[in-house]
Nanobody, 125 residues
């Protein structure tokens, strides 16, 4: 079993920056990749970014490319999402997820087995 827990969400002004963290615990050696998804009110959960646990591959949604940066610290079993140039449309609950094996493209929520409870990011205009 793997547990993941997000932190770092808060209210920020448009144009500002925020860094989300996701700490993994348990059988972390089984983690294949980790990702971030978000869900705004009234919308479906959408892919934001993902990183292979060996750090060799990263993936971004077009809407965040060039503004968000995903990284990981294997020694701390933690992934990060650095969010810059935030826009009001980035407002959502952000979820951390972990994949334990290759189960499909990392841009799909169904490829992940473990999920956090989410952290609220609100960007004011």
């Amino acid at each position: 079993q793997v547990q993941v827990e997000e932190s770092g969400g808060r209210l920020v002004q448009a144009g500002g920056s925020l860094r989300l963290s996701c700490a993994a615990s348990g059988r972390t050696a089984s983690i294949y990749a980790m990702g971030w998804f978000r869900q705004a009110p009234g919308k479906e959960r959408e892919f934001v970014s993902a990183i292979a646990w060996d750090g060799h591959s990263t993936y971004y949604a077009d809407s965040v490319k060039g503004r968000f940066t995903i990284s990981r610290d294997n020694a701390k079993n933690t992934e990060y999402l650095q969010m810059d140039s935030l826009k009001p449309e980035d407002t959502a609950v952000y979820y951390c997820a972990a994949a334990r094996t290759y189960s499909g493209p990392l841009t799909r929520a169904t490829s992940y087995f473990y999920w956090g409870q989410g952290t609220q990011v609100t960007v004011s205009s």
